[in-house]
């Protein structure tokens, strides 16, 4: 049975950082694209940040490129979201994916993940 679980989720304030982890059991993902999305109230889902498999890439959505960074400790089996400087924008329940294949590419689409976590919540006070 597969599982991403993640945590680090919070409250802070506007300008403030988070580091969100998501854990995977159940097989390995050292081998498998990554990535990251958001859901805030009232709103559908979005992309927010991707990793290769090899960790070499990443992909990011414009609102947080050079404020957040993704990375993978394949050791571990856990991916990271490194969140700085962070805007009220930014709340929002925060999902990790997983891709099921092998040795795919770098994706921003939610269709391209077959395993997700249940989430964690994100609150950035102004």
């Known amino acids: 049975q597969v599982q991403l679980v993640e945590s680090g989720g919070g409250l802070v304030q506007a300008g403030g950082s988070l580091r969100l982890s998501c854990a995977a059991s159940?097989?390995?993902?050292?081998?498998?694209?990554m990535g990251w999305f958001r859901q805030a109230p009232g709103k559908e889902r979005e992309f927010v940040a991707a990793i290769h498999w090899n960790g070499g890439s990443t992909y990011y959505t414009d609102s947080v490129k050079g404020r957040f960074t993704i990375s993978k400790d394949n050791a571990l089996n856990t991916v990271y979201l490194q969140m700085n400087s962070l805007k009220p924008e930014d709340t929002a329940v925060y999902y990790c994916?997983?891709?099921?294949?092998?040795?795919?590419?770098?994706?921003?689409?939610?269709?391209?993940?077959?395993?997700w976590g249940q989430g964690t919540q994100v609150t950035v006070s102004s």
């Open positions: 994916a997983a891709d099921r294949r092998y040795f795919g590419g770098i994706y921003y689409e939610e269709q391209r993940y077959s395993y």
């Open positions: 159940g097989r390995t993902f050292m081998s498998s694209a």
